[in-house]
């Protein structure tokens, strides 16, 4: 072998890349960690010690002296006639000898990325013959705090190595790293050697597969990885078959796309009209009706929940007697036998599938790779995945009403909250209600408790005196239950219900159905481009409403008729006025108008509710599985395997 053919070819190769770079309009040399940081003597400096470390990391040189030598990947930009292409050409023999080039190289580390002080051409040659790793003497610049999303994300990264030291582990998301052990099960578990070398070889073998199949923009090879252990085991990177893992990393790619947009998530707050038809319209008109399968976690006859969502299922059915049929499957097991059942509805015919808790994401997301000509929606919202659609209702409207039902009911200002679970759009409904009853009593006051972590929230307030409570909504339209919505507690220990916000789930799914009829469904995916899409739809379009008692007193109904009127026609916010939080804050001058994103993400209380988001290790074990899927600190938990 010509050893300076080598060189030759090294060279047009990077003369390539840094035409690209310069037609991009990036920086075509290697970086230089001096310019980076011109005080680097003032910083920390750590003795890691030797040991490989990824050559696809290295990023740069420590001073300016050669770095124009190289392009941004170190390949060589130095005519042959040179005597650098005559060292290069040596290191090449090196390298192809039987002993290879042994001698470690010096770097430093600052931020997870390396800067060669010495063997700039060592990591040519090494770049350039395809090798992964190199023997490297390492040590660590120690960044300073500037409170960035960098320096957070690093000090993550610090934690992570201590037990286990794997460097090509780079996120671009801060949590990942406390992701990446609940999706390994390795919390409060020590990294084994055994373990860690297993990462190196899956890790490999990912990025082996997914070159030339998923492409990545921003994010990083382990964010990719990451992706793919929430939707399989870690097993699965050693024992899938090449064909059948190079499938399941492709699939990632909307993932992927959804992960590099600047907001991943897109809140649909009011639905999309269209009056083109859509490729299901016409297939319909012509050939057949379309099936909508709906999974419950539970039975209609046991749960309200369920039942809440079957009535809207037959509401479906009437509003589209000859174009839709729908099929019910009940007790989906998380992490059980909701795949199978999902499977099953595929096997008979499903054009849609509706799953209707969240804790079935997991299922539901696993199941929309395997089915992408399937259209799969599950009832929750937040969720940054772009192959499910999630769905839920912005209750916080209605709430405001019943609390102003509850400001005029209760006469000594005393009012109680049963809050359901601390997930997104609950503190706003809470704050909603309160600033509902200081519309018509200013001084108003909210006590509130937790029906996930107490079981008789009512005999708290009963204790406390407190007669007037806000419990939990009822789930449809109909008779008003006497403990639920805003109610009265009487001496007599019975219950009257003055007013519920109430879901109509069949208008929701009404909504839904006929988008995908209309072709609403493709124009919103055009629209919002390869982001999530959250729908989460409140009174204008009719999914979400207040039914009202009629014994209340005229004037207090007539109040609440006119509330719905202005807040259906998006006269009347909530929230547009002074507000100051239990700490002192003031959240808005009067001037501000919150975002669907900020009421969904409130996590703080107005002043005069006395009551706080409880702990995750206060809640009922029931009710955790729902917290830990939507909960408003769901970031902040140790997070479950996905199941």
């Known amino acids: 072998m010509d050893i300076f053919d080598e060189y030759r070819k090294a060279l047009k190769a990077g003369q390539k890349e840094y035409k690209e770079s310069v037609a991009a309009k990036e920086y075509p040399y290697a970086l230089v960690l001096d310019d980076i940081i011109p005080d680097i003597l003032s910083l920390q400096q750590i003795n890691v010690g030797t040991l490989e470390i990824p050559i696809e990391l290295i990023v740069g040189t420590k001073t300016a002296g050669r770095h124009t030598s190289f392009s941004k990947s170190f390949l060589p930009l130095l005519d042959v006639e040179t005597e650098f292409s005559m060292k290069w050409a040596r290191l090449c023999d090196a390298h192809l000898s039987d002993t290879g080039i042994t001698d470690p190289i010096r770097v430093f580390e600052y931020y997870g990325k390396f800067y060669v002080q010495e063997g700039n051409k060592r990591v040519s040659v090494m770049r350039y013959f395809g090798a992964t790793t190199i023997l490297a003497q390492v040590t660590r610049i120690m960044p300073v705090n500037n409170g960035s999303a960098q320096y957070q994300l690093y000090q993550e990264f610090l934690d992570f190595y201590q037990k286990a030291p794997l460097y090509f582990m780079q996120f671009t998301v801060p949590g990942s790293y406390k992701k990446l052990f609940f999706v390994l099960d390795m919390v409060d578990k020590e990294w084994s050697e055994d373990f860690i070398q297993r990462m190196r070889s899956s890790y490999a073998r990912f990025v082996r597969t997914m070159q030339g199949v998923l492409k990545l923009k921003k994010l990083t090879k382990a964010d990719a990885m990451l992706l793919f252990l929430q939707y399989h085991p870690f097993e699965d990177l050693h024992k899938m078959a090449p064909d059948a893992l190079k499938k399941a990393i492709a699939a990632l790619q909307p993932d992927v796309n959804m992960a590099e947009q600047p907001s991943p998530v ?16 016409k297939l319909l008109s012509r050939s057949r009706m379309l099936r909508v399968a709906f999974i419950y976690e539970r039975n209609p006859e046991v749960s309200r929940w369920a039942k809440g969502h079957d009535e809207g299922r037959k509401y479906l059915e009437t509003v589209f007697p000859k174009r839709v049929e729908t099929i019910v499957y009940t007790d989906a097991v998380p992490g059980f036998k909701t795949d199978a059942l999902i499977a099953q509805a595929v096997e008979d015919g499903a054009d849609v599938i509706f799953t209707t808790t969240p804790p079935l994401m997991g299922a539901t997301l696993r199941c929309a790779a395997k089915y992408p000509n399937v259209v799969m929606m599950n009832c929750s919202v937040d969720m940054p995945y772009p192959n499910v659609r999630t769905y839920y209702g912005r209750v916080y409207e209605a709430k405001f009403i019943t609390g102003a039902i509850a400001g005029a009911m209760a006469r000594d200002g005393r009012i109680g909250y049963i809050g359901s679970y601390p ?10 209600f309160a600033l509902g009853a200081r519309l018509v009593n200013p001084d108003v006051q909210i006590d509130l408790e937790w029906s996930c972590c107490t079981v008789d929230c009512f005999d708290i307030f009963r204790k406390k005196g407190i007669s007037v409570v806000s419990n939990r909504d009822i789930p449809t339209p109909g008779n008003l239950d006497p403990t639920y919505g805003t109610l009265i507690m009487q001496p007599d220990g019975t219950y009257t219900s003055l007013a519920s916000p109430v879901w109509h789930w069949g208008k929701l799914y009404e909504i839904l159905i006929r988008s995908i ?4 469904w493709d124009q919103e995916q055009n629209e919002y481009g390869k982001r999530a899409i959250n729908y989460w739809w409140g009174m204008r379009s009719g999914v979400i409403d207040v039914q009202l008692n ?4 005229e004037g207090v109904a007539a109040l609440a008729r006119i509330l719905r009127r202005q807040l259906r026609d998006g006269m009347l916010d909530p929230f547009a006025r002074t507000i100051i939080d239990q700490n002192g804050i003031q959240r808005n001058d009067g001037s501000h108008v919150f975002s669907h994103e900020e009421l969904l993400h409130m996590d703080w209380f107005v002043d005069f509710v006395h009551g706080s988001l409880p702990e995750f290790d206060t809640i009922l074990p029931m009710a955790k599985n729902m917290v830990q899927h939507l909960g408003v600190y769901r970031d902040e938990l140790q997070q479950r395997k996905d199941i």
Do not use: Q, R, W
Not at 550 to 553: F, V
């Open 550 to 553: 009629k014994s209340l007193p």
């Open 517 to 520: 009829l209309d072709g609403s």
């Open 423 to 432: 997930i997104f759009g609950v503190p706003a409904g809470i704050n909603a």
């Open 266 to 281: 897109a809140l649909s707050a009011d639905p999309t009209i269209n009056n083109k038809k859509s490729f299901y319209e």
